[in-house]
């Protein structure tokens, strides 16, 4: 297995733009996070999945997010409209989430630029 | 709510020296902590978990629950462990990690 896929890996965008990041999360496991991560804050988890079904995403911003889980070899994180402080690295992740199996796998994460 | 507290943002030592990394947590239960490592341009990987009680790379880290603490030691530290660090919280029943700001580990020649 190639491990959770992102992309792209570096998105450039003028403000106002929409945005749309990809997540491949590694086959057979049940749990998606999308996690952003700045300098000031770390790393924040902005939305959970389960089983393809949005659990927790109480850390989403704001309404300019959205993400979504069609299937469960895929997930998207949406930005619309996309703003400056917007700006930062973010990481899918996926694991089995059963039993001690508690690891989550990381993608290379996608860095978001808005100008 | 659990929260992860990595007070140190930067820790700067030189090569051979002890390494100490913080980690303190506040969740009345019984959690499930880890390490996770950030090599430059490399995905984020697990580093080691108290349940397994295994040194990695020559860490190790103890779980105290009377001080809330999960601090990442290695007696001699190495160029190579230069890197991001994130203490993680997984709180019972949940599959959520928690992760800390992060502490970038330096360790000069």
């Known amino acids: 297995d190639a491990g959770v896929i992102q992309s792209p890996r570096h998105e450039v965008t003028e403000m106002g733009q929409e945005v749309t990041l990809r997540c491949k999360p590694i086959?057979?496991?049940?749990?998606l996070f999308w996690y952003r991560q700045t300098m000031m804050r770390g790393l924040e988890l902005l939305i959970y999945?389960?089983?393809?079904?949005?659990?927790?995403d109480s850390g989403m911003p704001e309404d300019r997010f959205s993400a979504k889980m069609p299937n469960a070899s895929f997930s998207t994180l949406k930005i619309q409209p996309s703003e400056p402080r917007d700006s930062a690295v973010y990481f899918c992740?996926?694991?089995?989430?059963?039993?001690?199996?508690?690891?989550?796998?990381f993608g290379q994460g996608t860095r978001l630029t808005v100008v | 709510a659990q929260r992860v507290t990595q007070p140190e943002k930067l820790l700067s030592v030189f090569k051979g020296a002890p390494v100490e990394l913080k980690c303190n947590y506040s969740?009345?239960?019984?959690?499930?902590l880890f390490w996770y490592v950030q090599y430059s341009r490399q995905r984020l990987q697990l580093l080691l978990r108290?349940?397994s009680r295994e040194s990695i790379k020559g860490f190790t880290a103890d779980l105290n629950k009377g001080e809330t603490s999960f601090h990442l030691k290695k007696p001699f530290a190495q160029e190579e462990d230069s890197a991001m660090y994130y203490c993680a919280l997984i709180t019972g029943g949940s599959y959520i990690p928690t992760f800390g700001r992060g502490t970038s580990l330096i360790v000069h020649p």
């Open positions: 969740y009345s239960g019984s959690p499930e």
């Open positions: 086959s057979g496991h049940n749990s």
């Open positions: 999945f389960n089983n393809n079904v949005p659990i927790d």
């Open positions: 108290h349940i």
């Open positions: 992740a996926s694991s089995l989430a059963q039993g001690t199996n508690t690891e989550a796998f």
